[in-house]
């Protein structure tokens, strides 16, 4: 069982979050600025515009730009299929003009100089940026050169911010997130790329070394690997980021004086290997530490770097340190969690006689563990205990409650020496008192061999899907007996135990609704899928079939998660537990 929640209110959210970002950047424009959704539509606009137009933002915001704005020379609204910056806008080209016509507030036309670019909005969304100012035979005008070399580089500055942020914050991977960030700024920024991180340890690593070749972007990882520690009062450039002292423009005469650090030699080893002129260096800042440092570096185009190209390294930094944060924190969380699943989950015991595997496989956009589990032990008179169940939730506050409900049932399993039936009662009126179990499924099993040599299963079912059999010839079928309301429902009702004898070489399945269930399919469905799929499989060695089972029944589209226990008897008669 699994709890979503995000939908539509999420999505205004975040569109909310990204307009705020977007009209911040816009506010720093000395040229008047709107950007328009893949609609057309405005979505963001800074102060100049508004004055330039004689129109608020709440007039502006929301309006379709090309009918409300666009004008031919006598104030007549343009086709779509004529007017030059529809054309630009649907093309997804950067396109400039020197004179064109917007209809200001009080019904005026305003002259002016144009440049509209692709605009990357989210994810998944492109819209468009335009920038503009009065025509110089309005007396206000942006002459042509500034146009292009100041106007298209602000442009492109705030199209590559608004990248980073969407392709960092886009990933939870650490190395992932490294590999974006390489990409963003490698060629369009530097011809080398090098990022050295500080761990847990503070120890300092150069992660990535890479460099554009031939139009890819390729490693080098002889220059990768451990670094010296980081000196306290060096005043070499990089050495001054580790510490989070500042950004700092280098290059090979920098560091060509007696080394002052183990880091200094290695940057002179970096210079001689890359054959970079110049770089540029800034420290990666976390919420709470420094992260590590950012370095870019020309070596193959002759500019090189200046001090008014630090400001853009830091924007992208405090990105990268940002996304970077998020992406340890939940690595960190991911280990903390899958510490849990080790102790949470329990290695099954030998039984002679008897084959045994189990799997857990966690909910693909939650944590490491969830409220799926299974359990299989041995009890006082040596008969085997087999559970599957399911707390509502697949994070670690489920999996906290199915350490609850496991320990709970595990005491009762051990001492009352009761049927199944009322082992499970006894829990399920335990659980409002003594834990913070809500709801849950669950099937308690009791397996061994009687006088006769048989496995004899006697087993209840509490709202769970019920035991898969599958025999050696390849027949199958669902054990829908013992069936009752599952636990946390307040509702007293008895509970009922069946019985089974187990043919020899005979499966036993023990799964939780993550294998069957599917958004796009009836649970009849997804029973139907899984018999036919473990029938199949009847004669393969038990962990083959076990892992060949999750693959092949579970529902591509599923998103909960799924634990797997499986148990096979012998063949002829076997021997007491």
């Known amino acids: 069982m699994s709890a979503q929640s995000g939908g539509p209110a999420r999505d205004a959210e975040q569109f909310a979050a990204s307009q705020h970002r977007l009209g911040s950047w816009l506010a720093g424009l000395e040229a008047g ?26 007039d502006l915001l929301g309006r379709d730009a090309h009918d409300l704005l666009h004008r031919d020379g006598n104030g007549m609204t343009i086709p779509r299929s004529r007017c030059p910056m529809m054309e630009a806008f649907v093309a997804r080209r950067t396109r400039q003009e020197e004179l064109g016509y917007f209809e200001r507030g009080d ?52 199209a590559l911010l608004a990248e980073t942020t969407t392709q960092l ?29 500080i761990s847990d340890n503070d120890e300092v ?5 890479a460099h554009e070749e031939n139009g890819r972007v390729v490693r080098r990882e002889d220059l ?46 970096l210079f001689e290997g890359t054959g970079m002129h110049s770089a540029v260096i800034a420290p990666i800042r976390g919420l709470r530490e420094v992260l590590g440092a950012l370095t870019l570096g020309r070596s193959d185009r002759p500019d090189p770097f200046t001090g008014a190209d630090i400001p853009l390294l830091e924007d992208i930094t405090r990105r990268a340190g940002l996304a970077l944060d998020n992406a340890r924190l939940y690595q960190r969380q991911r280990k903390v969690s899958e510490t849990m699943q080790r102790h949470l989950l329990p290695q099954m015991p030998r039984v002679p006689g008897l084959e045994m595997a189990a799997r857990y496989l966690p909910a693909p956009h939650a944590s490491q563990v969830g409220g799926d589990w299974y359990d299989a032990f041995r009890l ?4 085997l205990a087999l559970v599957i169940g399911d707390v509502v939730g697949h994070d670690l506050d489920a999996a906290a409650d199915m350490a609850q409900l496991r320990n709970i049932l595990r005491a009762y399993a051990w001492s009352q020496q009761e049927p199944p039936s009322v082992v499970v009662s006894q829990v399920d009126e335990a659980l409002s008192q003594i834990s913070e179990v809500e709801m849950a499924t669950m099937i308690l099993g009791r397996l061994e061999a009687d006088a006769d040599g048989q496995w004899r299963l006697r087993w209840t079912n509490a709202g769970h899907p019920p035991p898969l059999l599958v025999m050696y010839d390849g027949q199958s079928r669902y054990l829908d007996d013992g069936h009752g309301i599952l636990l946390g429902s307040h509702v007293r009702m008895p509970r009922e135990d069946a019985t089974v004898v187990l043919p020899p070489l005979s499966t036993l399945v023990l799964y939780t609704d993550g294998l069957i269930e599917s958004p796009g399919r009836s649970l009849d469905d997804g029973l139907e899928r899984l018999r036919r799929n473990a029938a199949s499989l009847a004669h393969r060695p038990l962990e083959a079939f076990t892992d060949l089972l999750m693959e092949r029944a579970r529902p591509e589209d599923n998103d909960d998660d799924v634990a797997l226990l499986v148990v096979r008897v012998p063949s002829g008669d076997a021997h007491d537990l």
């Open 205 to 209: 690593w150069r992660t990535v070394v």
């Open 169 to 197: 914050t886009s990933t939870l991977d650490v190395d992932e997130a490294l590999d974006r960030l390489v990409r963003l700024v490698v060629p369009l920024l530097a011809d080398w790329a090098i990022i050295d991180l």
């Open 33 to 58: 600025a709107y950007a328009v959704d893949a609609d057309g539509a405005i979505v963001a606009v800074n102060g100049e515009a508004e004055a330039l137009l004689g129109r608020s933002a709440g």
């Open 107 to 158: 019904g005026t036309l305003l002259s002016m100089s144009w440049l509209v670019s692709p605009l990357r909005l989210g994810a998944d969304a492109v819209g468009a940026l335009v920038v503009f100012h009065e025509h110089e035979s309005a007396g206000r005008h942006l002459r042509g050169p500034a146009l292009s070399m100041e106007l298209l580089p602000e442009l492109e500055r705030l």
């Open 380 to 383: 006082p008179d040596q008969a």
């Open 224 to 269: 990768e690997g451990a670094m010296p520690p980081v000196p306290p009062a060096s005043p070499q450039p990089l050495s001054r980021a580790l510490r989070g002292w500042g950004s700092t423009l280098a290059t090979p005469e920098t560091y060509q004086g007696p080394p002052d650090s183990g880091i200094a030699v290695e940057q002179r080893r």
